[in-house]
């Protein structure tokens, strides 16, 4: 019977297969914090993900026998320096022509959990609450006093 | 209150096209070609207008830039059968590509034509598409596009003023054709504001509004002629 249920409209898509299996819940019990990976968060519109420098520059030492540890730095060594390709779990298609931005949001307090879920305890990064959404922007927006004006968003 | 405005000394201007240039680096603005172009479908949210005065061999040129002149009563707007376009609270003429459907009559009714259609979908030659500027979308065929006094750099500075706990200097914005004036002639900031360069020009005897008369309220101020 749970199987009628997979495909419902309303459901978040499964997240997708990534090249590392990078567990966020690791990494935050180790006390990291969100913006040593997420540098841009507080300042820019993107919060971005780390170069593989800097997974590297704790994983030479680190866990360095974890077949996982091995497989991302034998990627890095081999890899002409090309980034590391993670693929997008929160998509706001670019069709919908809507610039989101991290700054505002974390300036205003807003937490990470709030629209990502607790991605801190998660084994594999994935979508809890729907982003790619108008009417969830607004609802908040309405709630906390922010702007409802459509250049805002879309420009 | 906030309402943005501009300034141009067409004493100023040489008719470089430096600022036409910045702006489709800034703003994903598409090229059609040469023969579409032709067919008038060119699209350059600021372009510049030549003006002959006098008589060959005693010819002057006057330079006007012309880019959306975000007025206060935009012709544009009641058009709209879908309330794609509209003026924000800070008084700039938004238009929002998502809910554009691409009737034409926003062009159709603008006296500054500055209004300009998708005919195609983009294409930048490589290695251009990697030039994109990540703040403004880039428009697919079927759409209206614009001047926006580049709404991307003004609200990056109002994010920046929010986290550094201050208001937004005067100055502190510059659209990209300002920025790239090497004559200084484009002045951009709040009219509302008393204090700011450019409601200082605007209350000079040198301003000019495009097509005064027809009561459209620009927010785009011409300089010309005093001493």
């Known amino acids: 019977m749970a199987l009628v249920m997979v495909g419902c409209s309303d459901e978040l898509p499964p997240p997708p297969p990534q090249p590392i299996a990078f567990s966020h819940s690791v990494h935050i019990e180790n006390e990291i914090e969100c913006t040593r990976c997420h540098e841009g968060v507080e300042t820019q519109a993107q919060a971005g993900l780390p170069a593989m420098a800097a997974c590297a520059s704790c994983h030479r030492r680190q866990a360095a026998d974890h077949p996982e540890v091995v497989k991302f730095m034998e990627q890095y060594a081999n890899g002409n320096g090309e980034p590391m390709v993670w693929r997008k779990v929160h998509v706001i298609p670019t069709s919908a022509m809507v610039h989101f931005k991290h700054s505002p949001h974390v300036r205003a307090g807003v937490d990470c959990a709030t629209c990502h879920g607790d991605v801190g305890s998660m084994t594999v990064a994935q979508q809890v609450v729907d982003v790619a959404n108008m009417g969830w922007c607004l609802d908040c927006h309405r709630e906390q006093d922010a702007s409802i004006d459509c250049m805002t968003c879309h420009h | ?227």
Not at chain 2, 102 to 124: D, K, L, Q, S
Not at chain 2, 128 to 152: D, H, I, W, Y
Not at chain 2, 199 to 205: G, H, M, N, V
């Open chain 2, 1 to 227: 209150m906030t309402r943005w405005g501009m300034a141009i000394d067409t004493d100023r201007c040489t008719g470089c096209g430096a600022c036409a240039v910045a702006c489709h680096a800034e703003n994903n603005i598409q090229t059609v070609g040469e023969v579409e172009a032709a067919r008038g479908r060119a699209m350059h949210w600021m372009r510049i207008e030549r003006y002959y005065e006098g008589v060959f061999p005693d010819v002057k040129v006057r330079f006007q830039p012309v880019l959306c002149q975000q007025c206060g009563h935009a012709p544009c707007e009641p058009v709209c059968p879908v309330y794609a376009t509209y003026r924000t609270p800070e008084g700039l003429n938004a238009m929002v590509y998502a809910r554009c459907i691409g009737t034409r009559y926003c062009a159709n009714n603008c006296p500054y034509t500055t209004r300009y259609f998708n005919w195609f979908a983009p294409e930048f030659d490589a290695p251009l598409e990697r030039q994109l500027n990540p703040s403004v979308s880039v428009r697919p065929a079927g759409v209206m596009e614009k001047c926006t006094f580049c709404v991307q750099r003004i609200q990056d500075a109002q994010e920046v003023a929010a986290q550094e706990e201050r208001e937004v200097r005067d100055g502190e914005i510059k659209t990209a054709c300002s920025q790239s004036c090497p004559a200084q002639a484009i002045t951009f900031g709040d009219l509302d504001d008393p204090e700011s360069l450019v409601a200082l020009l605007a209350r000079t005897e040198r301003t000019t509004h495009l097509l005064e008369d027809l009561s459209t309220e620009p927010s785009v101020i011409y300089l010309r002629g005093g001493r």
